[in-house]
């Protein structure tokens, strides 16, 4: 988390594969337009490659930033279809979210790739938000706090003060189901995940790392979830499709802040 944003709150869409260039391009126009001067709220849309280099110049000199969905942990190379922080970088993009549980999922991806990204991201000053969280299977075997603990150990190693980034915790049979833990669990797991970050990387560090809850968050819920200890921010994937939904879920999340 940028030093600067300690006291906000920061929401984080995730369109997936969603959206036309047009629909993407009003949808920004207006979100700039209600939210660019709410000083406690920072917003990072995680949007579709093609659209970055279109969306990137809506945001200048405000809060709202555009953000990958991925990228390639490598700068350059023969590797067809990849595309590299140096170039999201080139296009004015400023975040990159990793580590999604749809690219684990879909795409076979591990710790250890997320972590190379992770460095390669902080090598090109874009900050990473990395999304950590346990399938329902290490769930039911009691495996959580294990999993959480090294994905913490493994995709985050070689994180600094100096280079800002966000952890999402986003339990993976939540996203996209319309259901959430309690709040009183996201809580605690929240604690355990502050406590093993600065257990691990040390309290200067764990200061500068902003802990954000995802997985079917909501207008109805992000005021609930946002008023949690140790919740710096949310994300959210299918209602930041819809622009009153999302916007409706912005208003919440800053609310909870006051
Ligand atoms: P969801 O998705 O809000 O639709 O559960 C969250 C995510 O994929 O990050």
């Known amino acids: 988390m940028e030093h600067s944003d300690v006291e906000k709150v920061v929401v984080f869409a995730n369109w997936k594969m969603y959206k036309t260039a047009e629909e993407a391009k009003t949808f920004i126009n207006m979100l700039v337009k209600d939210f660019k001067d709410i000083e406690k709220l920072v917003t990072i849309m995680c949007v579709p490659y093609p659209y970055i280099a279109a969306l990137c110049p809506l945001c200048t000199d405000t809060q709202i930033h555009i953000a990958a969905e991925n990228m390639y942990e490598l700068d350059w190379g023969a590797y067809t279809g990849e595309v590299s922080a140096p ?3 080139s296009v004015g993009c ?27 991201a902080q090598k090109h000053g874009i ?7 346990e399938t329902s299977e290490e769930k039911q075997k009691g495996l959580m706090h294990d999993i959480l603990q090294r994905q913490i150990k493994i995709c985050i190693d070689g994180v ?12 993976r049979w939540a996203i996209g189901a319309g ?12 604690r355990f995940l502050r406590e093993t970050v600065t257990a691990r990387y040390g309290e200067e560090v764990s200061q500068s790392i902003g802990i954000l809850y995802g997985g079917s968050v909501n207008k ?4 609930d979830i946002c008023t949690l200890e140790h919740v710096d921010g949310i994300g959210i994937g299918s209602c930041s499709l819809d622009f009153d939904c999302f916007s409706a879920s912005l208003r919440n999340a800053v609310a909870a802040k006051e």
């Open 87 to 89: 170039m999201l970088k």
């Open 179 to 190: 259901i959430t833990p309690e709040l009183g669990d996201i809580e605690k797991t929240h």
């Open 220 to 223: 109805e819920n992000a005021y």
């Open 127 to 133: 900050t990473p938000i990395v999304c950590i969280g």
């Open 94 to 120: 400023s975040h990159v979210l990793l580590g999604h549980s749809e690219r684990r999922g879909y795409f076979g991806e591990k710790d250890e790739s997320v972590n190379r990204k992770f460095r390669c």
């Open 160 to 171: 600094s003060k100096e280079n800002p980034c966000y952890v999402a915790y986003e339990p």
